[in-house]
């Protein structure tokens, strides 16, 4: 056979091979016609299906249009019910929920004002058929997907849903609300419409309508609002609780501002406002909220608490204002009465509240607490303040003061569960010695960091162990174990534990040992329940259950996942324990329970914590210097006439009073902790603290970071840093400890670095 017959031969054979990749892509040579699938798939067919489908979403519209009817009476919502919250036995703690609303009509709310409400909701409402086609669309797909509602309704939307349907989320009712808003735009002039919005709104502090959010908020009726308090109304009615500026936290502020400018710049944007003029308007700040009836004492805080959670749950503020819901918060009344006494008792009648001649730092103590029961994770006790009337955000929510040294077992946590060593690698225990030196830089960051110990004082000879370190909250040891632990992995244990990402963070910085971030009472008591459920996560929660018939509340589960292994956290126990026993956390020590704890001392003293816990009740006590007319944060140093007010002090002896208080008459565990794992005991050697004589910079490090055991402190014989040996002896005897204990300094000390026990 020839080239040209074996090419013939190999053409005949591929032809009769169809190639099966080319789904359907044969053409019959007999015809000419593709054959398969491929004979579906042409332009005509596809532009047919499309306009098909286009057809039979409007005939579907259309058949919607008339079957579904414009309601002839308000939803239940317009006419409001009672919200009733109970303690966890069952007894009633309040009923709130009765309307706050007084209906106006348009022409007593100010033009520019109605502007402003039109400028950050809807422009086009004017101009539009009372729906946005986009806006809708992607609230529906979102909803469907489960993602909630991405915004876009309407004034004439929401007017419908406020006052026709109900707050849920489902496809149907904003099917309904779609075609109902056509209907009532065709039927009601533009300015009816938005009176029954502005009217039927639900503002915060329990307000619905414009005239009662405009005497809540500003004291004022609805037709003195200046432009400026209408734009912040106006942003407001988003998020209530969120943004309400008495109770918001620095994100919510800051949100909430965002949307008061966004105001604004719209107005411009349309042609309603001069530019000029735009620039010269300010954000006027509310006035302080009254407490709803019913709201004496710590149940404005408690029901404030359950709220925030049921936000945190999906429940939107407007679902809980209209009412109907049986809410059971876990609330313990017998702890709860033990927790409002310790305060009392410990703080406040040592306080002069009145006494602002010869006592003005007592003015601007404010405190905050939250316990939690250890096995089940649910808030048993709450303190959030003197009350709604004096303060109205909750103490034990608020994020805007530091934990101080009480984030130091995180540290430590996080470098026994990644196995950290030190810079010369020996693996870090409790019983790994650290140079304790005050001012000692830190050795292996890129960041220089020589924290000063509280009081100037140097620990040790100059070596210590962690648990001595821990007992006395040194600063210069806990720098140089996060350098050793990195960071970012302390962070992420720190996150894993409870605690929330947000603005104060160091985390490339060993400052971040010392508590800079910020936190409230929730998330620190979360963090030390984890600890004392052997690493499982804890998350508080104050809500037992919640009942409404239109509505549904789904608790998580406050029990959670194993975040820490039982080793690490049971170390991390036995070493606060010994806080407890011969630290810091002396004062709360106690026949009738064992406990484990540790203080916290921000800088300048602005802020003061006792994080504490038994095997039964985990607590967090704390303490906030906050100018009463200004709100700045203040120092604590003076309460009562005292001088440091410490985490030692008032939050230490309010842990004791109430835990005592709390656990009377039952039988108190133990901490079972045999899983901990303490290391191996270090030689004999000094630990005495001595204050530095000089103030000056302390001995310098060896290249690992910490001194190895034994090395003579070069301080204590000259006072002046000798460099160490290549290979350092031991000396053949110890130095000899101060006879007595420095005495500590007549004036608190307010360096620029945190001092923090």
Avoid at 267 to 294: C, N, Y
Avoid at 477 to 495: E, G, H, M, R, S
Avoid at 703 to 721: E, F, H, L, M, Y
């Amino acid at each position: 056979m020839g080239r040209a017959d074996a090419r013939r031969a190999q053409q005949q054979r591929g032809a009769r091979k169809a190639p099966s990749g080319r789904a359907g892509g044969r053409t019959d040579k007999a015809t000419g016609k593709r054959s398969g699938i491929r004979r579906f798939l042409n332009w005509k067919t596809l532009l047919g299906t499309f306009l098909g489908g286009i057809l039979l979403l409007v005939i579907a519209a259309i058949v919607l249009y008339f079957l579904v009817d414009e309601p002839t009476d308000p939803n239940k919502t317009a006419t409001l019910q009672s919200n009733t919250y109970k303690y966890a036995d069952g007894s009633l703690m309040a009923r709130t929920g009765d309307m706050n609303r007084e209906i106006v009509p348009l022409d007593k709310v100010p033009e520019d004002v109605r502007t402003a409400f039109i400028a950050i909701e809807n422009k086009t409402f004017y101009q539009d058929r009372g729906i946005d086609v986009m806006g809708v669309g992607r609230g529906l797909v979102n909803t469907v997907r489960g993602k909630g509602t991405a915004g876009g309704s309407t004034i004439t939307q929401q007017y419908v849903k406020n006052y026709y349907l109900t707050q849920d989320q489902s496809p149907t009712r904003k099917l309904r609300e779609l075609i109902i808003s056509l209907k009532v735009d065709q039927r009601m002039e533009k300015d009816d419409i938005l009176a029954g919005y502005l009217n039927t709104n639900f503002y915060g502090r329990n307000a619905y309508g414009i005239q009662a959010a405009a005497q809540a908020y500003y004291g004022v009726d609805s037709d003195k609002l200046t432009l400026e308090q209408g734009a912040y109304l106006a942003a407001v009615i988003q998020a209530p609780s969120q943004y309400d500026w008495a109770t918001a936290g620095p994100n919510g502020k800051r949100l909430v501002m965002i949307r008061f400018n966004a105001v604004l710049d719209n107005m411009v944007e349309m042609g309603k406002l001069d530019k000029a003029k735009r620039e010269t308007l300010k954000f006027q700040e509310p006035v302080k909220p009254k407490p709803r009836p019913g709201m004496d004492g710590q149940k404005g805080y408690l029901i404030q608490a359950a709220e925030v959670e049921m936000n945190r749950q999906g429940i939107k503020d407007s679902e809980i204002a209209a009412g109907g819901w049986t809410i059971t918060l876990a609330i313990d009344k017998k702890k709860q009465a033990a927790l409002e006494k310790a305060v009392q008792d410990e703080l406040e009648s040592k306080l002069e509240r009145k006494n602002t001649k010869d006592r003005p730092q007592d003015q601007s103590v404010q405190a905050g607490a939250t316990s939690v029961d250890a096995k089940t994770g649910h808030i048993v006790a709450m303190y959030g303040g003197v009350g709604l009337t004096e303060k109205s955000a909750s103490n034990a929510l608020r994020t805007d003061y530091q934990p101080g040294s009480t984030f130091k077992p995180i540290v430590l946590a996080s470098a026994l569960e990644n196995g950290a060593k030190t810079q010369d690698g020996r693996p870090i225990t409790p019983n790994a010695l650290y140079d304790g030196t005050s001012k000692r830089p830190v050795v292996g960051s890129d960041t220089p960091f020589a924290p000063e110990n509280q009081d100037d004082i140097n620990y040790g000879d100059p070596m210590i162990t962690l648990q001595e370190a821990t007992n006395s909250s040194v600063n210069s040891v806990y720098a140089q174990l996060i350098v050793d632990a990195k960071p970012a992995n302390v962070k992420k244990t720190a996150l894993s534990l409870g605690m929330v990402d947000r603005e104060g963070w160091l985390a490339d910085k060993p400052a971040m040992s010392l508590g800079t971030m910020s936190a409230n009472t929730v998330e620190m008591a979360a963090v030390y329940a984890t600890l004392n459920s052997h690493g499982k996560k804890v998350t508080p929660t104050i809500i037992k259950k919640a009942e409404h018939k239109d509505g549904e509340f789904k608790p998580v589960s406050p029990i959670g996942s194993q975040v820490l292994t039982s080793t690490t956290a049971d170390t991390v126990t036995k070493v606060l324990t010994g806080v407890v026993e011969e630290g810091s956390g002396k004062a709360v020590r106690s026949s009738a329970y064992e406990a484990a704890g540790k203080t916290g001392t921000t800088e300048k003293n602005v802020a003061a914590w006792f994080t504490g816990y038994t095997p039964e009740l985990v607590t967090v006590v704390a303490m906030f210097g906050e100018d009463p007319t200004t709100h700045n944060q203040v120092t604590l140093t003076g309460t009562a006439g005292k001088g440091r007010a410490g985490g030692s002090s008032f939050p230490a002896q309010i842990w004791q009073a109430y835990t005592t208080a709390a656990l009377k008459g039952q039988t108190t565990g133990q901490f079972d902790l045999s899983d901990a794992k303490m290391g191996t005991p270090p030689p004999a050697r000094t630990a005495s603290p001595t204050a530095s004589p000089t103030g000056s910079v302390s001995p310098s490090p060896t290249s690992s970071g910490v001194r190895p055991s034994g090395t003579p402190d070069p301080s204590a014989s000259s006072g002046k840093p000798t460099p160490p040996t290549q290979n350092p002896t031991p000396p053949t005897q110890k130095p000899t400890p101060p006879t007595q204990k420095p005495t500590p300094p007549t004036k608190d000390p307010t360096p620029p670095i945190l001092l923090d026990r």
